[in-house]
């Protein structure tokens, strides 16, 4: 697999030229983070409202499709063997098999669309920023309401109404902060680039 940092993302852009070495470095630091945004946690029943989802998109619009997907893959296998690193501190690959693996499972296909949205200018503007990471919300929503209701064997309307609908408004706010970042992050970026010139 490729670790190259694609120049069309923010952090490609910012920290260009990137070697192999630090792209992994980047893989890692970022599979921290979600890990350290899955310990916000809301408890609301059997899902809980946490910072995962947040930090998973945001990680795909930063680094791209590829170093993101890898970034929140890595995430999964380091909960997955048992540091606590899922939410609440939970971790184990017991996880998987509860009412958020659907979650978990959908979250490097979610980074992965992100991030390719990113790398075609989608994180450039504010607009465009919200509608790609609602996208990979999206992608998240469908895998856990999906296995939710295979779960534990609830019609997928009544599935919905537990493990979408809950969600929703704390998602549009998760959406609206990270989309802010993005642009805000390239015109910072550029007047950085214009001020060495």
Known sequence: MSTDVRADTLMGAALAPL??????????VFSLFI??????????GTVPITGQTFAVLLTGALL????????????LIEGAVGLP?????GGGIVR???????YLVAFPAAAFITGAFAEHGWDKRYETAVAAMAIGSAIIFLGGWAWYAVLTNTPPLAAFKLAVLPFLVGDVIKIALGAAV??????????KASGKQ
């Open 19 to 28: 070697d192999s070495t630090r792209a992994v470095g980047l893989v890692i």
């Open 35 to 44: 890990a350290a945004s899955a310990q916000f946690v809301i408890p609301i």
């Open 64 to 75: 791209g499709s590829r170093l993101g997907a890898a970034a929140v893959i890595a995430y």
């Open 85 to 89: 690193f899922f939410a609440g501190g």
């Open 96 to 102: 998987f098999f509860g009412p958020t693996g659907g």
């Open 182 to 191: 993005l642009p805000t992050g390239w015109a910072l970026l550029k007047r």
